[in-house]
């Protein structure tokens, strides 16, 4: 077995990936193994929001309070190119395609699955190729969690009720694990197993939720929403990142751009979005049950593909001197000078890169 994880361990966020699709797949083919009850329905079923939720509280406990302000700014960063990429796709399907569809994909499953992310996803793939900034933004991405954003942008259509109490529930334990991870170095200590040892749990949970069915159903076509997902939310997720890196004028050797390649994902979370937003406007009770199977491709699909974005991104700034430890050395105290260093043999190295 251990030459089995070991192989398994070299595949991009395995560690999500896996348990996630071993989730899936029981789920589609002997669910009933999972509904016996007690602990094993509480733990591999059910439990996906207590292990989320103690998840973040880890991750909160790990974020250095120093590297609080680089890594909200760029949460903030991600969070807008993904909430733009889903509005501009979205509305834009809405009001200028025949029908109000494109290719059968309807504008409500586009918003649900481009403006969540998902989180532990996320911080698995940053945890393997990030830093701690990366990681660290999860505290505002956060906020993508369900339906909230979707609601926001489909406020024009008359959802006025923004669940704001929501938005708290979501933030609440990383900012918890945040405010107790800065004031007590045990508590830091003790929480940091948690930041990879509830991963696979968590993920298989989410899994459990996912039908594969819905590939070969009327969610076939959220197999294409997974990919736009990927590259359009990616591609302006990573442009907002470099334009945050530009603004804040940092030296080229230190514009990582892991973060903005291990975002565009649709959490499983975001499966249940059509059906809330259906609770809050019954007009959307139509498209309730496509805009959730399109959804649901899309969560599987963004889950695979993503890793492969994250990966590639990787070796491409490592080829060109950008790394995610010239960022870290840029805000820690007295590693200035690396970076510097970095930069300077860049710029001389520059005419040889490819």
Request: proline residues 6%.
């Amino acid at each position: 077995m251990d030459s089995l994880f070991r192989h398994i361990g070299k595949l991009p966020g395995a560690l999500m990936i896996v348990p996630l699709f071993l989730g899936a797949i029981v789920n589609t083919f002997i669910p009933g193994l999972l509904e016996i009850g007690s602990f094993t329905t509480a733990l591999f079923k059910s439990g996906a929001p207590v292990l989320i939720g103690l998840f973040f509280m880890s991750i909160g406990a790990q974020i250095d309070i120093k590297a609080a302000v680089p890594s909200l700014e760029k949460g903030l960063a991600l969070m807008l190119g993904k909430f733009l990429a889903a509005i501009s796709v979205g509305l834009g399907v809405a009001f200028l395609a025949p029908e109000g569809t494109l290719w059968g994909l309807v504008p409500l499953a586009i918003i649900a699955a481009m403006s969540n992310s998902n989180g532990s996803l996320y911080v698995a793939l940053t945890s393997q190729f990030g830093n701690k900034t990366d990681k660290g933004a999860i505290s505002v991405l956060s906020i993508n969690d369900g339906p909230f954003l979707t609601l926001i942008a489909l406020g024009a259509a008359g959802l006025a009720d923004m669940p704001l109490m929501a938005l708290l529930a979501a933030v609440l334990p990383m900012l918890l694990g945040f405010a107790l991870g800065n004031t007590s170095r045990i508590f830091r200590d003790f929480m940091a197993p948690g930041e990879k040892l509830i991963i696979p749990f968590a993920a298989f949970a989410l899994g459990a939720g996912i039908n594969f069915g819905v590939l070969f159903s009327s969610g076939a076509i959220g197999v294409v929403l997974g990919l736009a997902t990927v590259l359009v939310s990616g591609g302006l997720a990573i442009a907002f990142v470099y334009l945050w890196h530009v603004i804040r004028r940092h030296p080229r050797p230190a514009r990582n751009l892991i973060s903005g390649a291990a975002e565009p994902t649709t959490a499983g979370n975001a499966i249940a979005t059509p059906a809330a937003v259906a609770a809050v406007d019954p007009s959307f009770l139509a498209v309730q049950d496509v805009a959730t199977s399109q959804v649901a491709a899309a969560v599987v699909t963004t889950a695979f593909v993503a890793p492969f974005l994250v990966a590639y991104v990787n070796r491409w700034q490592l080829r060109r001197g950008i790394s995610p430890e010239n960022e870290e050395n840029l805000y820690a105290e007295g590693q200035l000078a690396k970076v510097q260093e970095a930069s300077a043999a860049a710029t001389v190295g520059e005419p040889g890169r490819d």
